[in-house]
Each structure stands twice: as structure tokens, then as C-alpha cells.
Nanobody, 123 residues
Framework: QVRLVESGGGLVQAGDSLRLSCAAS????????MAWFRQLPGKEREFVGWINRSGSSTYYADSLKGRFTVSRDNAKNTAYLQMNSLKSEDTAVYYCAASPSSFGIRASIYDYWGQGTQVTVSS
């Protein structure tokens, strides 16, 4: 059973940067495709970005490309989401997710999820 634990959320001001971490256990980390999602207040969970097993490929939601960066350190069993130039519209609960088999932007394809970490951006 894969366990994912996010950390690094908090309250920041617009324009600030924040890095979220997702620590994985219970599976060979390099076998997992990792992704980040977020859930804005009153909205359904939406795709942020994914990174392949080796870290050689990434993909982002168009609206976040250039501000958000997904990375991973397989030696540390950890994925990251670097968020720059944060806006009040980025306020959400952020989740990491993992799949041993699938790529995609739909939340339903991911088998494992973290508990989420709250990011609040004040304007």
C-alpha cells in the first residue's frame, strides 16, 4: 500500500513562493508516476502537473505553466511542487497523487493520494 504525505503548505502573501513536498512509502518510488492536484474552494479537484518515473518529462495545466514546477528526487522518495508568483486564486488544498501504470490529467486514474495540504494566498 502506497502512502503519500504532503507538507509545506501555509499562509503566504501574493507574489510569494512556496515549495510543497510529497513523501512516499510502501512502493518503489521510481515505479510511480507522480502528479499534483488542487481543490479550490467550492470547486472540484483539478490537475496541476505530473512528472514521469525518471523525472525526464513533465506536463502542466496551461494556466500554471511557467509558475509551477513539478520535480522529484527518487533517492529521497519525494516529489515536489514549486509554486512561484502565487496569486490569491491559487488558494486551495493541494494533493499529491501516484499511479504505478497511468499518465493523465484526470484524478480518477490515480490510485494513491495524500491527505492534502492547505495553501492560502492573501491578496
Amino acid at each position: 500500500q502506497v502512502r503519500l504525505v504532503e507538507s509545506g503548505g501555509g499562509l503566504v502573501q501574493a507574489g510569494d513562493s512556496l515549495r510543497l513536498s510529497c513523501a512516499a512509502s510502501g512502493h518503489t518510488f521510481s515505479d510511480l508516476m507522480m502528479a499534483w492536484f488542487r481543490q479550490l474552494p467550492g470547486k472540484e479537484r483539478e490537475f496541476v502537473g505530473w512528472i514521469n518515473r525518471s523525472g525526464s518529462s513533465t506536463y502542466y495545466a496551461d494556466s500554471l505553466k511557467g509558475r509551477f514546477t513539478v520535480s522529484r528526487d527518487n533517492a529521497k522518495n519525494t516529489a515536489y511542487l514549486q509554486m512561484n508568483s502565487l496569486k490569491s486564486e491559487d488558494t486551495a488544498v493541494y494533493y499529491c497523487a501516484a499511479s504505478p501504470s497511468s499518465f493523465g490529467i484526470r484524478a480518477s486514474i490515480y490510485d494513491y493520494w495524500g491527505q492534502g495540504t492547505q495553501v492560502t494566498v492573501s491578496s
